[in-house]
């Protein structure tokens, strides 16, 4: 697993190579290309939505209507919790509201022969009143068991059997986990020290061990306001546990098959510009108070020429001036 990190990755549309001289350098020309910083960062693919579903009150499991597996609809029962109590409770409070409510009629038919006094259709009102509380209750009560889909997705995993109790509820008890798979996104970490340049928007580059190889696009949808301890540890025994990072959503936008739960990689491109004169840093002497290169005219020998430079790149950097596309410089063989 690759440490995250900040690689300047740069394509160039040709270097050519010259020749050699004999002091073992090479002659390259100036060329146009391309140039890409990227923040590369380690991270676990999630459903664009996932959710571990808990019970609003603790119980028994009646049964699990759905399976590890299955597809579901936005509040679309999943599982059932013990029921029968509340369901013969919501049945005696129907008949009690059916039974207040053919009072108040009578009542009110009453008054208005002048029959009963007003305190009898007042306390037939609250009576009704009463009973559809207590209908309500009930119905409220037996719906709490029944635990149902958030959103449209596919169960995970289910964390019970049928028949065992649940005794908490919240996240501490979930019965469930449920995941949007239609969208997918990598949950990245980016080093702390590089998070200041990643943004809302930027493309990205996912690959995988699990697919070797492949590349899939995406895009940065989030970057977290705050910083936290890493989660993503590597193999690396040099790697720093305590390391700060911050978490970044990244949307895949290619169809893959990159399923929940596996690592992956993610190199958020931070810079591109094109169409820029880039050389081999190895060609640029930083020694002095300007940088120059050696650059050949004619065929003659090399003359020293200050540049001043731009953007720098994983072992190339960005010429703003001093070279043309085509000029002919100096590059130590390696």
Request: with cysteine.
């Amino acid at each position: 697993m690759k440490k995250a990190g900040v690689l300047v990755v740069l394509f160039v549309s040709i270097l050519a190579v010259s020749g050699c001289n004999n002091h073992g350098q090479e002659i390259r020309k100036v060329e146009r290309g391309t140039i890409r910083k990227t923040v590369v960062a380690t991270g676990r693919v999630e459903g664009w939505r996932m959710a571990d579903v808990s019970a609003r009150v603790p119980g028994r499991i009646e049964t699990y209507l759905k399976a590890e597996g299955d597809s579901v609809e936005e509040a679309e029962p999943v599982v059932l919790l013990e029921r029968a109590d509340f369901m013969a409770r919501l049945k005696e409070a129907l008949a009690g509201e059916k039974l207040a409510r053919l009072t108040l009629e009578r009542t009110r038919a009453l008054r208005s022969r002048g029959d009963v006094p007003q305190e009898a259709l007042d306390e037939a009102e609250a009576a009704f009143e009463r009973a559809t509380a207590q209908r309500e209750l009930a119905e409220s009560s037996l719906a709490d068991h029944v635990v149902r889909a958030p959103f449209s997705g596919k169960i995970l995993k289910t964390y019970f059997e049928t028949g065992e109790a649940i005794s908490g509820v919240g996240p501490s008890a979930p019965l469930f986990r449920l995941a949007d798979l239609g969208r997918l996104k990598i949950v990245a970490e980016v080093d702390e020290t590089d998070a200041g340049t990643v943004r809302d928007g930027q493309k990205a580059v996912v690959t995988s061990d699990a697919f070797r190889g492949e590349t899939f696009e995406g895009v940065v949808r989030q970057v977290a306001s705050a910083a936290g301890r890493k989660k993503a540890l590597s193999d690396d025994p040099r790697e720093k546990l305590d390391a700060k990072v911050v978490e970044t959503e990244i949307e895949i936008l290619s169809p893959t098959e990159l399923k929940p739960g596996m690592t992956a990689q993610a190199r958020i491109v931070t810079l591109e510009r094109e169409g820029v004169l880039i050389v081999s840093a190895a060609a640029v002497d930083t020694g002095r108070e300007d940088p120059f290169v050696s650059v050949r005219v004619g065929g003659k020998d090399p003359v020293r020429r200050a540049v001043r430079l731009g953007e720098r790149g994983d072992g190339q950097v960005e010429v703003l001036e001093g070279l043309s596309e085509g000029e002919e410089i100096l590059v130590p063989r390696r």
